[in-house]
């Protein structure tokens, strides 16, 4: 749920924080980097998976 409201309200700020020129590339990157992330994470959380089962839950802990 709090996706939900997350996704709007970067939709939302996004123009007030990016000068207008510079919106095109800055959407183009956020969706890159969204679909990029889901891409990659999923084969890279499953390889850490099977190296250690603890280790998917401390690259995400170091990640943050």
Do not use: N, Y
């Not at 890159?32 to 992330?37: I, V």
């Amino acid at each position: 749920m709090c996706f939900v409201f997350f996704q709007l309200a970067e939709s939302a700020a996004l123009p007030h924080i990016v000068p207008r020129h510079q919106l095109p590339t800055a959407v183009a990157q956020k969706q890159a980097r969204e679909l990029g992330s889901g891409l990659a994470g999923r084969p890279l959380g499953g390889a850490l998976f099977a190296a250690g089962h603890l280790l998917p839950f401390v690259a995400d802990l170091l990640s943050w």
